[in-house]
Structures are given as structure tokens and as C-alpha cells.
């Protein structure tokens, strides 16, 4: 921790972090009985000078008042398309807020209602550490032929680096054409932050082995690899994973089939190899909800993603019987932190012209970033 990390901490920023830990000004009570009409008037106030996105795991009440909802690719896309909204409140985590700052135009201003929303993938690649990893890499003598592939959930620090060094952006549904690509162009990938996404996605959609793929632990020295095994590997996996979707385990798996005959599991791709493997249907968040808007009324659904989707899909589906895969509740903390009193502080206060929490990705950074989200776009 340098001097600077200590004179930052609690204050608007997190030394081991991509996020800030609080908000200024006087946030409105959770018990205040007026606050969903305040929410009303403030949104109507705004007009069109404002563009609200919810990411899907928001809580309901906050849901209510998003324009757009979508995951985080599909609500930066949003972002980007409508040049007209001056300020972009994205009710989401740290990373897509930085998302939508690179792909909006300058003029546009992009909120984080709540500073302390990140995202503890996004956090467990931290860009000196993604820096000295790539170091050894080069002493290796295999940097040259390795192409860095980056899941969208990384901060815009990891996305930069990526664009610098040839490499890609990708999401969940897009992850096996990245990978693909980046194979076309050299001769291993680089795979950050989530190691499930990249296993899964190199084992069962590319048809690597297990052993072609190598984890990188970032707290260790030399990743915890020999070189021959860096060498040796095609994918090399960074440490990090989803709290939220890396709690779903294979004996959850079982149990929910011996306790609901015929239930079918869906589960994002961000959870662990075994759940992914034993799973009937593996799908991104958008293709999670086709799959049960499609799904024939009476079938049985137990979903590994997270809580408030998988609760607003039970709710909006009654004919069909859909559960948390999961017997313990957990939705994602830090989305949750994204609630109605600090919707209701951040539309008030732009309404009285008060810009609050914007989030600014530094022009070097947002020019490789870009260029890492163009090349993702470009995709085959
Ligand atoms: S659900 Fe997982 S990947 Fe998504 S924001 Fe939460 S911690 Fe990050």
C-alpha cells in the first residue's frame, strides 16, 4: 500500500479496487414512504436529458425506472446509440459504467449511483498485477505469440492493456469466437479475469483438454508456473472468479434433481467447469431469459445465475415452476448497493444541476480500450 492508497482510503476510492467505497451528500432514508414518487418526479424532471440502464441483476425497484435493461454489453451498446440522453445513469457495477464512458461521446456524462458498486471479478485483476504477469510472459519468451482475451467484467485498466497488446474484448456469448480468434492470430490466449469462462469456454466449445489450460495465480511468483508449463499450455487462466455464479457447486447440481424430477438446470457460464458440465442448458444472461420465455408452460427450471433475475423470471413466468439453483440466497452484493434511495440522491441531484458520481475512463486508457470493444465487435 503506498501513501497514496492510505491518504485515498475511504475516501471516494479503494487502493485494491477498481471502485470507490462511498458517495457524497445526504442520501434519502430507505424508510422514506415518499421516495418511490420522488424517484417519479425526478425521473420525469430529467426527460430526455437522461437515459436510465439497468443491468438485470438489479433489484426490482430499481428495475422499475430503467429505460433499458440489459446485460453489460447490450446496455453500453444502448449507451452508445443514443447520443441525445446528457447524462447516462447506469444502475449497474463500476466496470460497465467505464464500458459505457468509452463508447458514449464526450458530451455524455456517465453516473454510478452508488461509487461502491464494483465488482470483485473485475477486481481480482488489477493492472500491475496483469502488468507483471506479462513480464514474466516476455522472460519466457512467449508473450509475442500470446494474445490477451478479456471478459467485459474487467476493469477499463485490463481492457486497455488487452487493446495494447493485440488482444479482445469478449462476453459471455461471444467468448468462443474470441477465443478462436485469438488462436488465429498466435498461439496461446491469455485469458482474464474469469478462469471459468475462459476453462469452460476453451474445453467445451473449443475442444481443448484440461491440461492444454493453465491457472495463473496472481499472488504467487511466476503465477505459481514453471515456464515449461507456461510454455507447454495453449490457454493460461487468470485466478479470478464470479462470487455470485462461482458458489454454485456440482453437489447442488444433484441434489436439486433428486428433490424435483424432470428439473432442467440452466446456468451461466461464469460458474465452475463441473456445474457447466453437468448442466442441460449453459447460457449467457440474455440467453437465460430467452431460454424461458421460450420454455413450455409447466417445465421445471432450477437457474445458477443470480438471485434477483432468477426472482424476476420466476415472477413473470407463473406457468412454469423456476427456482434458485442454490438452497442459500445470495444475489450480488455489490450490484445490490445500487437501491432507490441512491437512485432517487443521483437523479435529484442532477435535476438541481449537481453532477454526482460520474465516471471518467482517462483518454489513454479509453483509446485502447476502444480499440480492445472494436475488435470484439469485429469478431467473425
Ligand atoms: S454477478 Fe459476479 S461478475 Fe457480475 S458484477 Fe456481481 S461479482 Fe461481478
Not at 145 to 158: D, E, G, K, R, W
Not at 278 to 292: L, P
Request: with cysteine; glycine share 6%; net charge negative.
Amino acid at each position: 500500500m503506498t501513501l497514496l492508497d492510505l491518504l485515498t482510503l475511504g475516501r471516494e476510492s479503494d487502493f485494491g479496487s477498481e471502485r470507490g467505497v462511498s458517495c457524497t451528500g445526504e442520501l434519502p432514508a430507505a424508510s422514506d414512504p415518499s421516495l418511490v414518487e420522488r424517484a417519479r418526479v425526478a425521473r420525469s424532471a430529467l426527460g430526455n436529458r437522461a437515459m436510465v440502464l439497468g443491468h438485470h441483476y438489479q433489484r426490482d425497484e430499481v428495475i422499475e425506472f430503467a429505460d433499458i435493461t440489459g446485460d453489460s454489453f447490450k446496455l453500453a451498446q444502448s449507451a452508445a446509440a443514443d447520443s441525445s440522453a446528457e447524462y447516462i445513469i447506469f444502475c449497474g457495477v463500476h466496470f460497465m459504467a467505464e464500458s459505457a464512458d468509452i463508447l458514449t461521446s464526450p458530451a455524455q456524462k456517465v453516473i454510478l449511483p452508488d461509487l461502491a458498486a464494483g465488482c470483485s471479478m473485475a477486481d481480482m485483476a488489477t493492472a500491475n498485477q496483469v502488468n507483471e504477469c506479462w513480464k514474466v510472459l516476455e522472460e519466457v519468451g512467449v508473450a509475442d505469440s500470446t494474445i490477451p482475451v478479456t471478459y467485459m467484467n474487467s476493469s477499463a485498466a485490463i481492457k486497455s492493456f488487452t487493446g495494447k497488446n493485440g488482444g479482445t474484448v469478449c462476453t459471455s456469448s461471444n467468448a468462443k469466437r474470441a477465443m478462436n480468434w485469438a488462436l488465429e492470430q498466435g498461439e496461446k490466449i491469455l485469458f482474464l479475469p474469469d478462469q471459468h469462462l475462459g476453462r469452460n469456454t476453451a474445453v467445451l466449445s473449443l475442444g481443448l483438454s484440461l491440461e492444454d489450460c493453465v491457472l495463473w495465480n496472481p499472488w504467487k511468483p511466476m503465477g505459481g508456473l514453471t515456464s515449461e508449463e507456461i510454455r507447454n499450455a495453449k490457454v493460461i487462466l487468470w485466478r479470478g472468479h464470479c462470487s455470485v455464479h462461482g458458489r454454485f457447486s456440482l453437489d447442488t447440481v444433484h441434489e436439486v434433481r433428486e428433490r424435483i424430477p424432470g428439473v432442467q438446470v440452466l446456468v451461466h457460464p461464469e460458474c465452475k467447469y463441473e456445474v457447466v458440465s453437468n448442466a442441460d442448458v449453459v447460457g449467457s444472461t440474455e440467453m437465460i431469459i430467452r431460454t424461458i420465455e421460450a420454455a413450455p408452460a409447466g417445465s421445471k427450471w432450477a437457474i445458477g445465475t443470480e438471485l434477483n433475475l432468477v426472482s424476476r423470471l420466476a415472477k413473470n413466468h407463473p406457468d412454469k415452476s423456476i427456482l434458485f439453483l442454490d438452497r442459500t440466497v445470495c444475489y450480488c452484493s455489490t450490484m445490490n448497493r445500487i437501491d432507490l434511495p441512491h437512485l432517487v440522491w443521483a437523479m435529484e441531484s442532477l435535476v438541481n444541476g449537481h453532477l454526482v458520481n460520474q465516471i471518467q475512463v482517462s483518454p489513454e486508457v479509453a483509446k485502447f480500450s476502444r480499440i480492445a470493444l472494436e475488435r470484439m465487435l469485429a469478431l467473425p
